[in-house]
């Protein structure tokens, strides 16, 4: 597996998370009851799977080589910028998610709004990467680099979470996929 095929299988998962919080608004939108520990489960994964993991591959390995291959410095920045709004909407979230849990009259609105605007800030990222930046970077990195590259995410995943961990993430997120009738690629976890 190269470099770039390590970040889209995460990208895969994301795309599993963001439909099924999509599912979950859709429902919330329509007062029908939807599961909170569902909800807090999404968030769990998002800051165990995507802040802990998937970020640190992306911003301490795979960002760190994109100005030497062309790209410049103010758009790496600006990638960086994302996941760091991306981070503050989650936490933001997982709040409003409590709230909502709590009984609390704002909080199912404040949620969809701020759900919803996550979840375009989410898609809008994965297309800039999936789009401009994979594409560049594998046109652009020689096989030797390509392979220390790929090599360092592998070890990155198991010391951010840990394959366990991941795996773990991974099973539950396909459950959820099922439960909600998500119709995405399957985030298979690598043995």
């Known amino acids: 597996m190269n470099s770039i095929d390590n970040l889209r299988d995460d990208h895969e998962s994301v795309v599993v998370f963001s439909a099924i919080l999509e599912k979950i608004f859709n429902e919330l939108s329509a007062s029908k009851p939807i599961s909170v520990s569902d909800l807090r489960w999404l968030f769990e994964f998002f800051r165990d799977f995507v802040i802990k993991n998937h970020f640190q591959k ?71 990467e999936e789009a401009i930046l994979f594409p560049l970077v594998e046109e652009c990195l020689s096989r030797e680099m390509d392979d220390r590259i790929s090599d360092r995410l592998t070890m990155l995943d198991e010391e951010t979470i840990g394959t366990s961990r991941q795996l773990e993430l991974l099973e539950v997120l396909n459950c959820l996929m099922n439960f909600y009738g998500i119709e995405v690629g399957s985030p298979e976890p690598d043995t």
Not at 74 to 89: C, F, T
Not at 98 to 103: K, Q
Request: charge should be negative; charged fraction near 30%.
């Open 58 to 128: 992306e911003e301490r390995i795979l960002y760190r080589h994109l100005p030497s291959l062309g790209l410049p410095g103010n758009q790496v920045d600006m990638l960086k910028e994302e996941h760091e709004v991306l981070r503050n909407q989650a936490k933001l979230l997982r709040g409003l998610v409590e709230d909502l849990a709590e009984g609390r009259s704002y909080a199912a609105m404040d949620l969809l709004d701020t759900g919803n605007a996550y979840l375009d800030l989410i898609n809008c990222h994965l297309q800039k």
